[in-house]
């Protein structure tokens, strides 16, 4: 099993910058595919970004492409997710996402409990 805990959202103004963290348990992390998402009020749950076990591949919805960056460090089991230039539609609630198959860029078996982000206009 692993447990998700993410940390960093809070409010920023339109243009500015947040870093999210994800800290998970279990001794497997560093074979995990993790993700986050999204989920504004109103809407479903969306991809933002994905990065395979040894950082080699990542994946960008097109909608933060250019500005958000995923991470991870293996050593700390934590994921990251720098968001830059955001905008007042990026406001959500975000969740760090870990599955141990990889096979999918958007099937996650384990799931945070989200930290929200609110961009001012």
């Known amino acids: 099993q692993v447990q998700l805990v993410e940390s960093g959202g809070g409010l920023v103004q339109a243009g500015g910058s947040l870093r999210l963290s994800c800290a998970a348990s279990?001794?497997?992390?560093?074979?995990?595919?993790m993700g986050w998402f999204r989920q504004a009020p109103g809407l479903e749950r969306e991809f933002v970004a994905a990065?395979?076990?040894?950082?080699?591949?990542?994946r960008y919805a097109e909608s933060v492409k250019g500005r958000f960056t995923i991470s991870r460090d293996n050593a700390k089991n934590t994921v990251y997710l720098q968001m830059n230039s955001l905008k007042p539609e990026d406001t959500a609630v975000y969740y760090c996402?870990?599955?141990?198959?990889?096979?999918?860029?958007?099937?996650?078996?384990?799931w945070g409990q989200g930290t929200q982000v609110t961009v001012s206009s």
């Open positions: 996402a870990a599955d141990p198959d990889g096979s999918s860029w958007w099937d996650y078996r384990f």
């Open positions: 279990g001794r497997t992390f560093r074979n995990y595919l």
């Open positions: 990065i395979t076990w040894n950082s080699g591949n990542t």
